[in-house]
């Protein structure tokens, strides 16, 4: 899109010429934009040519860049691309701005040019336009001139897409702004949020381009449309001058997820939680996760950990990336690091994944366990022996960790020589899951007892002690060899006073003191407290003995206990040379130093130092005695040898009982050693010391946040190649600082190896949080190094979600609502918590879980559970009790939760109490879904149960094994309050039955147990049904339309047919429910037992095939798939090589059947909806001459299956044959005794091609006669005759049964030339009836099929009726009925013509109209009348209708009237000719005159004729069902090919109307329906029955026959009857005459009541017989069968008392013929008019609601005055 603005002042306003342009769809890629270059139309025409009259050159010429007082030319060319001379009038310009020097006519030779040469010369600034006109002989054309001015254009898109976008995001994409004009054109962008345009403003000279950058900036998740304006031109004209660009957007809300990506499992991988398990102290273990982003939009996240104030050194958890971008779709993987310090804690931190414009945030819950390393000795006592003084022994010990991670441990015991025991290696690591081998060196220096109870410091855990004992003999003293068991008094005195060698003595004296397995002596008495002192020992802390130890045994924190339980100290326990412990102190610069050694037993000890040679320290004594519970002093020396350098030692002092040699070696008490750690430097004033290089690690340690005695350890490293010094320094805060004991607190640690520190302290309150710092001075210097010290006490702090308070919703009496509930821990403390409810209240609440540990930061879900017991609010108060997990049952702490809840009942109902399914197909799955509503306001749990019931009173079964047919999907569950459940459902019938189901409900108590007795919600209700088709009506065509709708009823055997398919299937023919190919041989198995034949009828050899079709009908109310399954559709296909080859007979015979198509059927399978109807076809091909049999299996997809045999007959050409529909007969009973019984009749059909002559075996008759008393029990009245090929005979015949029995009779039929026939024709005799016995008439026996109503028409017919077969039920003989029917054309272009046969039944059928004609969508009203015989008889009838369409008839005539002219022609013409005809001469042919329906052509004779006008098309069949032309009129067309036939007939199409009547004798009529002998006759009383038995009686003479007088009268009085029904005046005086007396009747002639005089013999009474006159009677039997009952003499019936009748006065004022013609017309009339719908039978009538008409009428003036008389009398409106 460009936007322009043009000069000023234009010369005229015309539109720009726009060319097409192409449209992209801008939604393929966001940011791609449309543009239309509008605005540049001068170039673009210039640049473009156009053709007008074969001339080429450019529609309009352009002058943009002029000036003024100038000329300018431009040159218009015009090229012929005609292929002929042009020549042109030029009509120049009008004004006179525009000229041209050409002439006015130019000419122009194809494929030249002309050059015009065109100048402007302008004198303003404006726009300018002309047109130069060119006019040729075949028309004119213009090209415009136009001066344009330049303008501000600027060319931008109509729209911009922008990508999509999440909300709180941005996306931005560019489109080009270019200026498109002459002009410099400034810009400015005016646009709203969310969107952004950049540069807002510039400036753009001519031809420029920009690129403009649009931010799409979404708050919400919408479609954002909005227009940008931008404003342009000069400063001035910015804001007239504006252009639009619609900017599309489209935001949507992020979303994402984490999953874990080392899980399987969808719910793993979104779970919450990441675990790291257990990591060493120290190391770092790395964890992945990934950011999925499900969303179509990027999604920009952040990650933070959550603080929470927990971890004072920083947080163990590490995370890589704490913000990013996901695509959409994609994925981003992080990183989480643990590098756990604080070895048996778990930590907890959450992850906090935020999503900028997402709804919703997510956390990730961090976890791990830190463990330290598992270290054990292979044996805690390392026994030396007894050594020789001056010697050494070594021995071994196994350091084994069992942990997987890496331990580092320290030995605490000076191996450079101060000791007499050694460790080597002293210090070290141990790898994980393997062991160290230890060396221990025993080199003693005196003739003493050696003990020493070493500490092997481990990092991150409590040391382990390992006792070293040995004893050193010398030649002059042996002491006592101290052996293991030696040290148990020894350990047992930590908690009980050892007492001295004198008590030992007497104990041992004692007989009460016995000797443990130690060898300690225990008094008896003492046992118990033994044990009780052994468990202490073992439960003793490791730290506290190593602390003990350091200390000299004098523990400052534990002063008084470290007395009563050490035997020997020393103070101090450290000793520092040329060193100063804090900054104010001076340096200490002594070489001696004295300790202290105090005995606290009370025997005389010796004390001996260990001396070490070389070594710069000493003591002196070097050993002494001390009395018991003395104290004695000693003097450490510090004598270097070496200058500038740095010393250490421990200097050890063993002290033992010195008068102990006199006991026994079980009870020798070992000796104790006491050690003192000393360090010095030699440095020289002005030396400078070593630079120390060390590593501490960790920097700083945590104490746990109680008030108890903790421990932690460090590792102080020497990474230098010099030895290191160090000692604790004690900073300014003393307090502090004396609140933390480091042991050791110095010492010396050669090059590369490590001391392990110790920490100890009691937390206190007022300790910093951010906790203080330790300073280790190194090697003597201002060189220190810190050691960071959080030890302060927290509370246990517990948080409760909620505020404390826990809602719980209105929950049902007795069920259960559960909730779930947060408690987190606040503190650094483990703690341990524990939920308490008051025991009232427990039935009430109760949570899970109730108890559990809370590691620090942690947070746990409780779910708390309410059920209450009635109907009330409840509060609730349960307390939750907290401790630390280090001080179990101390410092307990509570919280109180407010629980609140509410107990309602609830219900639950259905919206429809009773669910009616319809219909259900037996055997099917049907899914349903019953909505439970529960409009309480608390949900409620239930199980549901169902309960069946059959409604069907014939049907047996038994409820117990009946299987439920309808199946819960779920049958318990919970609906929320005021809310909806669809409970889905299968229902399967398993028979057909009407089911009931009862769906009931039980509400559930919290255990899930039942609480309620079975409510019934809802009635669920189907039937089971199968599916059923029916055959509504049968059609014929081909070889067999003849045929009659009876017949073709009974070859079909349709009655049985339809009875099976509304029968129910059985269980083997529900063993494919659908048609399957199941049969691995030609000749499927069967399953099923019902057989039924289909009898095709018979034909002549290679006629037109049979044709049959069949109205399938759907009367069930489900859908139905129905199939007819040849033996090939039910085979089992193979693969070729598996085919044998072998077939038998029958096989092979099918195979000839189905591959030459004998039988075929269209469709062969098909679905039928409820109610549908579908034409089936049968065709049977007559071209082999055989009795064709073929097995066809009927299917219906879950219903019956029935074998059908497919037989039909094919005849050869000459051969005489009578087809038998059936070879059974049943006559109707007839009552014993009867003197006239019914004729009945037979059918034979002449199948054949040849009339056929058939005779009855009179002998089998005369042989029953004679058997029967010479009584006539069966008689042929024509046992002898012809039978038309194609056509039918009906054997009539008298059954008069002489006892009552069921008589079989077996008759031959003759036929002459051909076979005979034996027909067992069954008849059963009845007793005479009696009153109330059933009426002998109305047995059906030969009941013919139902009369049906054709609704709709078959495919292909045209005409159909509105009845097939007319039943007039019982009516005496010599009687006359009638009915009425009608014939519709259902086509709606076709006119079709109608023809009635004559000659059929003539005597007693008689159809008005006979023939005629129906337009396109007509209707026509048909009379049928019957007359009966004189005789009884049992009538079916067949009559036929042809019907030839009106354009089939019209082709015929005029291709009959051109083969006449040409016949003419050739009669008067001939042609003689010299050249030899190479072409056969076409000759006339004539046929027999077929009788066309009508015109009639008359016989031609033969002649000689020209070649063919035309040829002889196929042969049409019109109005028929098949137009296959037949294998014989092949072969004539092919003999005939060059000749001209004389054009047949159109064949028509054939209709049937089977007339059914049963004619009794008058007597018999009397007797067995009185209530309808009125119906037909007035003078029945007076009649005898003829006791005649001739078949055949000549109406009475006399009958009025028609007139043109009576025509007249006829017609006049219809006329006068309807508008006297029309008249309300005539309607209103009939009221009044309605009670006067009749003032005339008219005598009855007796020739109504006369009777031929020789025709009947004399009867018995004086009465004459009574004479036939057909009289419509009887009214409309209904506007749905639209056929109307006419009987004889129905007006007025008087089959009463013969005097009686005779006295009645007659009152007809006409002759009863012409009342019957008038009443027949007005009755056909209403007919007609139903049939169009103009007749409402439940409208008013008309002398009610109608007014009074105001046509004119005149009135005599009595009857006036009686009008106004009864006016004035009567209340208005009657």
């Known amino acids: 899109m460009s936007a322009e603005i043009w000069g000023p002042d234009p010369l005229a306003s015309v539109a720009p010429w726009k060319p097409s342009t192409t449209v992209k769809d801008i939604k393929q890629d966001p940011g791609i934009y449309q543009r239309q270059r509008v605005g540049k139309h001068q170039r673009q025409a210039s640049s473009q040519r156009s053709c007008f009259l074969g001339l080429e050159l450019k529609p309009e010429l352009v002058w943009e860049d002029w000036n003024l007082q100038r000329e ?508 100063k412990r804090s900054p104010s102190s001076s340096t200490v610069s002594t070489t001696s130093q004295s300790v202290s050694i105090t005995n606290h037993t009370r025997g005389k000890l010796r004390l001996v130092w260990t001396a070490a040679q070389d070594s710069p320290f000493s003591v002196s004594p070097s050993s002494c005695d001390l009395a018991p519970l003395k104290s004695t002093s000693f003097r450490v020396t510090y004598d270097p040898k070496q200058l500038n350098t740095l010393h250490g030692a421990q200097l050890e002092c063993f002290a033992y009982y010195k008068d102990n040699h006199h006991l026994q070696d079980k009870v020798l008490c070992p000796p104790w050693c006491v050690i003192v750690r000393v360090i010095g430097h030699s440095f020289q004033p002005g030396k400078e010391h070593f630079i120390p290089t060390c590593s501490l690690n960790p920097p700083g340690v945590v104490f746990p946040a109680l008030s108890v005695l903790s421990y932690r350890t460090v590792l102080l490293k020497n990474c230098g190649d010099l030895p290191l010094t160090f000692c604790l320094e004690h900073s300014s805060n003393d307090a502090l600082a004396e609140s933390v004991f480091v042991v050791p607190s110095c010492g ?339 399953f099923t037992k019902t057989m039924l034949d289909f009898n095709f009828g018979a034909a002549p050899l290679n006629s037109e095939p049979s044709t049959f079709v069949l109205m399938f009908h759907n009367p069930g109310p489900i859908p139905l798939d129905w199939a007819f399954l040849f033996p090939e559709d039910q085979q089992i296909e193979l693969e070729y090589w598996v085919e044998t080859g072998e077939f038998s007979s029958t096989e092979l015979y099918q195979m000839k059947v189905q591959n030459n198509h004998l039988f075929s059927i269209s469709p062969r399978s098909g679905t039928l909806l409820p109610g549908q109807q579908r034409a089936v076809y049968f065709t049977y091909s007559h071209e082999f001459a055989a009795t064709d049999r073929f097995p066809v299996v009927f299917k219906l997809s879950y219903g019956r299956e029935i074998l059908l045999n497919f037989q039909g007959v094919t005849v050869e050409r000459d051969r005489p044959y009578l087809h038998f529909a059936s070879k059974q007969h049943v006559f109707t009973s007839v009552t014993i005794g009867d003197r006239f019984p019914p004729k009945q009749v037979y059918e034979l059909h002449n199948g054949g091609a040849v009339p056929v002559r058939y005779e009855v075996d009179m002998a089998v008759l005369s042989q029953l006669q004679v058997d029967n008393f010479n009584h006539p029990v069966l008689c042929c009245l024509n046992p002898e005759g012809e039978v038309l090929p194609g056509k039918a005979v009906m054997l009539e015949w008298i059954f008069s049964p002489l006892e009552a029995k069921m008589y079989h009779m077996d008759v031959p039929i003759h036929v002459q030339d051909g076979d005979s026939t034996l027909v067992r024709f069954e008849g059963c005799g009845s007793c005479s009836p009696t009153l109330g016995s059933t009426n002998p008439f109305n047995s059906s026996e030969t009941k013919a099929p139902d009369p049906c109503v054709q609704r709709v028409p078959f495919p292909g017919q045209v005409v159909f009726l509105s009845e097939d077969i007319v039943s007039l039920g019982d009516m005496p003989v010599c009687s006359k009925s009638s009915r009425i029917f009608f014939m519709t054309n259902v086509s709606r272009t076709e006119t079709v013509h109608y023809s009635w046969d004559k000659q059929s039944y003539q005597q007693v059928v008689q159809i008005h109209p006979e023939k005629g004609s129906l337009s396109p969508g007509e209707s026509a009203l048909c009379v049928l009348t019957f007359t009966s015989t004189d005789y009884p008889t049992r009538y079916q009838l067949n009559v036929t209708c042809q019907v030839v369409q009106d354009a089939a008839l019209t082709l015929f005539h005029n291709d009959l009237q051109r083969w006449e002219e040409e016949k003419a022609r050739q009669q008067d013409e001939f042609t003689i000719t010299d050249k030899v005809l190479t072409e056969i001469q076409g000759v006339l042919i004539d046929k027999e005159p077929a009788a066309a329906p009508l015109k009639s052509v008359p016989p031609f004779r033969k002649y000689k004729t020209l070649p063919p006008i035309c040829s002889s098309g196929s042969c049409k069949t019109v109005g028929t069902i098949c137009t296959k032309t037949t294998r014989a009129e092949r072969r004539a067309k092919r003999e005939t090919a060059k000749s001209w036939r004389c054009p047949e007939p159109p064949q028509p199409a054939l209709l049937h109307l089977g007339v059914n009547a049963n004619s009794h004798g008058l007597l018999d009529y009397l007797t067995h329906f009185p209530d309808q002998s009125n119906k037909h006759c007035r003078c029945l009383h007076s009649a005898q029955q003829p006791e005649t038995t001739s078949s055949s009686i000549p109406l009475p003479a006399g009958l009025p026959s028609h007139c043109p007088d009576r025509d007249l009268s006829m017609h006049v009085l219809t006329s006068l009857l309807r508008d006297i029904v029309d008249d309300p005046a005539f309607i209103q005086h009939l009221i009044t005459l309605a009670s006067k007396p009749i003032t005339y009747q008219l005598p009855s002639s ?122 004035k009398n009567e209340p208005a409106g009657i």
């Open 72 to 579: 300018f030319t431009k040159t218009l060319v015009l090229k012929n691309v005609h292929s002929k001379l042009q020549k042109l009038h030029v009509r120049p310009p009008v004004s006179k701005f525009f000229t041209t020097l050409s002439s006015e006519m130019i000419v122009i030779s194809p494929g030249t040019s002309f050059s015009m040469p065109i100048s402007f010369r302008p004198l303003q600034r404006c726009e300018y336009e002309d047109s130069i006109e060119f006019q040729g002989k075949d028309g004119s054309f213009q090209v415009c001139l136009r001066a344009t001015i330049p303008c501000y254009a600027l060319e931008v898109p109509d729209s911009v897409l922008l990508p999509l976008c999440a909300v709180q995001n941005s996306s931005h994409t560019t489109f080009l702004l270019k200026n498109v004009s002459k002009l410099q054109t400034c810009f400015q962008w005016e646009c709203a949020a969310p969107y952004q345009l950049s540069p807002e403003q510039g400036l753009l000279k001519p031809g420029q381009e920009c690129l403009i950058t649009v931010i799409f900036q979404p708050q919400e998740a919408l479609v954002y449309q909005q227009q940008a304006r931008c404003r342009f031109g000069e400063e001035e004209d910015k804001a007239e001058n504006s252009c639009t660009v619609l900017l599309q957007g489209l935001a949507k809300y992020p979303r994402l997820q984490l999953r874990n990506p080392g899980t399987k499992g969808e719910k793993e991988q979104c779970s919450s939680e990441l675990h790291f398990g257990s990591v060493a102290v120290g190391q770092s273990l790395q964890k992945h996760f990934d950011i999925f982003n499900p969303s179509p939009v990027t999604a920009s996240f952040s990650l933070s950990i959550l603080s929470c104030g927990v971890a004072l050194l920083g947080s163990e958890f590490s995370c890589d990336m704490t913000r990013g971008t996901v695509e959409p779709g994609g994925s981003l993987r992080t990183t989480v690091t643990y590098t756990p310090a604080v070895v048996d804690m778990v930590s907890v931190e959450y992850l906090s994944l935020k999503c900028r414009g997402g709804l919703s945030k997510t956390e990730l819950k961090l976890t791990g366990n830190c463990v330290g390393p598992t270290v054990s000795l292979s044996s805690s006592v390392v026994d030396f022996g007894c050594v020789e003084e001056g010697g050494a022994v070594i021995q071994t010990v196994e350091l084994v960790n069992s942990s997987p991670l890496e331990a580092v441990y320290q030995w605490d015991l000076d191996c450079s020589g101060n000791s007499v025991f050694s460790i080597q290696p002293a210090s070290g690591t141990v790898r994980p899951h393997s062991h160290t081998t230890l060396k221990a060196v025993y080199r003693p220096m005196q003739p003493i007892a050696h003990h020493r109870r070493v500490a092997c410091l481990i990092l991150h855990r409590d040391p382990m002690f390992l006792d070293l004992i040995g004893t050193c003999h010398s030649e002059l003293q042996k002491p006592p060899i101290l052996k293991p068991e030696n040290l148990v008094p020894y350990k047992l005195h930590w908690n009980h006073r050892q007492d001295t060698p004198d008590t030992l003595s007497a104990m041992q004296q004692d007989h009460n003191v016995h000797l443990d397995q130690q060898g300690v002596p225990c008094p008896v008495e003492e046992q118990s407290h033994h044990r009780l002192d052994s468990a202490r020992t073992a439960s003793r802390h490791p730290m506290e003995e190593y602390f003990q130890s350091c200390f000299g045994h004098m523990d400052p924190v534990s002063y008084s206990s470290s007395l009563s339980s050490s035997f020997v100290s020393v103070m101090p326990s450290e000793l520092l040379f040329n060193h």
């Open 1646 to 1767: 007796p020739s109504h009541c006369s009777c031929p005089p020789s025709s009947l013999p004399s009867p018995p009474c004086p009465t004459p017989p009574p004479q036939p006159k057909a009289v419509l009677s009887g009214t409309v039997a209904g506007q749905k069968e639209l056929h109307n009952t006419v009987d004889s003499e129905g007006t007025v019936g008087c089959l009463g008392n013969s005097p009686q009748i005779q006295k009645r006065p007659h009152t007809e004022h006409v002759p009863a013929d012409m009342s019957e013609d008038v009443l027949l017309n007005t009755l056909q009339n209403l007919m007609m008019e139903a049939v169009r719908g103009e007749l409402v039978l439940t409208a008013h009538p008309r002398t009610v609601l109608t007014p009074v008409s105001t046509r004119t009428r005149r009135l005599s003036r009595a009857m006036a005055e009686e009008r106004d008389l009864r006016n």
């Open 748 to 1086: 010396l640690i050669q090059p590369g190896n490590i001391q392990i520190l110790t920490l100890r302290t009691i937390p206190t309150e007022d300790s910093p949080k951010q906790g203080f710092s330790l300073h280790l001075q190194l090697n003597a210097t201002k060189h220190t190094k810190e050691l960071t010290v959080v030890s302060v006490v927290e509370k246990p702090c517990v948080s409760l979600e909620g505020d404390s308070s826990l809602y719980f919703q209105h929950t049902a009496v007795g069920s259960q609502t559960q909730r779930s509930h947060h408690i987190k821990n606040l503190s650094r403390l483990p703690l341990r918590f524990q939920w308490s409810i008051p025991e009232t209240d427990q039935e009430l609440i109760f949570v899970e879980p109730d108890a559990g540990e809370l590691h620090p930061n942690e947070s746990s879900v409780q779910i708390w559970s309410f059920s209450p017991l009635a109907e009330k609010t409840y509060t609730l108060r349960p307390t939750l009790t907290f401790w630390p997990i280090q001080t179990p049952g101390c410092n307990k702490s509570h919280l109180t939760l407010e629980v609140v809840g509410m107990g309602s009942k609830g219900f639950i109902e259905t919206v429809k109490d009773v669910l009616d399914l319809g219909e259900t197909l037996v055997g099917s799955y049907r899914s349903i879904q019953v909505p439970l509503n529960n409009n309480s306001p608390c949900p409620i749990s239930f199980c549901l149960s169902v309960q069946q019931m059959l409604q069907d009173e014939d049907l047996t079964h038994d409820p117990e094994t009946e299987p439920n047919a309808l199946q819960l999907d779920c049958d318990r569950g919970t609906i929320a309050s005021h809310s909806k459940m669809l409970l889905r459902s299968t229902v399967r019938p398993h028979r057909r039955a009407q089911y009931l189901w009862t769906i009931s409900y039980q509400t559930l108590d919290s255990s899930g147990r039942v609480s309620s007795t079975p409510q019934a919600v809802c009635e669920v209700r189907t039937k089971g049904v199968f599916p059923t088709l029916q055959v509504i009506d049968v059609h014929s065509g081909g070889s067999v339309s003849q045929l009659s709708k009876v017949h073709l009823w009974k070859l079909f055997s349709l009655d049985t047919f339809n009875e099976h398919m509304l029968s129910n299937p059985s269980s083997a023919e529900l063993t494919y429910t659908t048609p399957t190919r199941h049969s691995l041989s030609r000749s499927p198995s069967i």
